[in-house]
Each structure stands twice: as C-alpha cells, then as structure tokens.
C-alpha cells in the first residue's frame, strides 16, 4: 500500500517536470488576438545567420541576434506573414499589422 502510493508520487512528480521542460522549450503556439490566430514560437535567436537582426514591427527597433523574442505569423494566411516581436510588443500587438 505504502509502496504504491510512493511510487505514484513519483510518477506525479516526473508528469510535472515534463510540464516544466514543455514550457521552457516554449512550443508552439497559438494566440488570437482580435479574432486573428496567430501561431507564436519563442525565439532564442541563438541559431540566426551571423549579423542578422530583424525590426519589431510595434516599436521599430532592431532585434539583436541572441535576444530572446516572439516570432508570430497569421496562421491562416501563413507563415510568409511571419514577423518577429519583442516579447514585450507582442504582448501589446494588437493585431492589425498583417
Ligand atoms: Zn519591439
């Protein structure tokens, strides 16, 4: 009885670290935002061609290379709508840039 139920805990805890990578792997995932889907993935950055930054279309500022941030595009009209924001920005993005 003892046993079974140490045993389930343990199963318990390893369930929610699973979670805990899931969420710090920052999968895929969808956000809507005045009825527009938008798919989101979090960018390190890390593997961007050497040089390269990107605008954020909200505040127009360069996106170094190696800056964690959001790259999001309409998931209906696809990915070459895809854009990359400031964590922050998407967050206050309201949706009508695309
Ligand atoms: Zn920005």
Do not use: Y
């Not at 400031?86 to 949706?95: E, L, P, S, V």
Request: glycine share 8%; net charge positive; hydrophobic share 30%.
């Amino acid at each position: 009885m003892q046993k079974d139920r140490r045993r389930r805990g343990r199963q318990h805890r390893q369930q929610r670290d699973l979670d805990i990578t899931r969420l710090r792997m920052s999968l895929p995932s969808v956000v809507q935002k005045r009825g527009v889907e938008f798919q989101v993935q979090q960018s390190t950055g890390a593997n961007a061609e050497e040089g390269k930054s990107w605008i954020c279309p909200v505040c127009s500022i360069d996106i170094e290379p190696g800056v964690v941030h959001t790259v999001a595009w309409d998931l209906h009209r696809g990915v070459n709508t895809r854009r990359h924001f400031h964590n922050h920005c998407f967050k206050i993005f309201d949706g009508e840039l695309f």
